[in-house]
């Protein structure tokens, strides 16, 4: 069974940086693409970024572009999430996914099997 954790989380100012990590246990990570994923209160679950299973290739929304950065160590089973120049409106629980595949559809929340309990994010002005 596959199990996520993430960790990284917290408060900061506004222009500053925090780097997300999530872990996942359980299965082979290489076989597994990754996502970050966002929620803030009384908004739906939005994508963020994106990375296929060998790291050759990423996906970001247009919100985050240029500001942040998915990576993963397959050695370490982990998928990070530097975000950098943060603003007040990245505020919100940032979740961690996987699905055993590469291909289209990776923003779309139904296409990820797994997913973690989630890190607070909170971006004071």
């Known amino acids: 069974q596959v199990q996520l954790v993430e960790s990284g989380g917290g408060l900061v100012q506004a222009g500053n940086s925090l780097r997300l990590s999530c872990v996942l246990s359980?299965?082979?990570?290489?076989?597994?693409?990754m996502a970050w994923f966002r929620q803030a209160p009384g908004k739906e679950r939005e994508f963020v970024a994106a990375i296929t299973r060998s790291g050759s290739s990423r996906y970001y929304a247009d919100s985050v572009k240029g500001r942040f950065t998915i990576s993963r160590d397959n050695d370490k089973n982990t998928v990070y999430l530097q975000m950098n120049s943060l603003k007040p409106e990245d505020t919100a629980v940032y979740l961690c996914?996987?699905?055993?595949?590469?291909?289209?559809?990776?923003?779309?929340?139904?296409?990820?099997?797994?997913w973690g309990q989630g890190t607070q994010v909170t971006v004071s002005s």
């Open positions: 359980g299965r082979t990570f290489s076989s597994y693409s």
């Open positions: 996914a996987a699905r055993a595949l590469d291909g289209i559809f990776y923003y779309s929340v139904g296409n990820y099997g797994y």
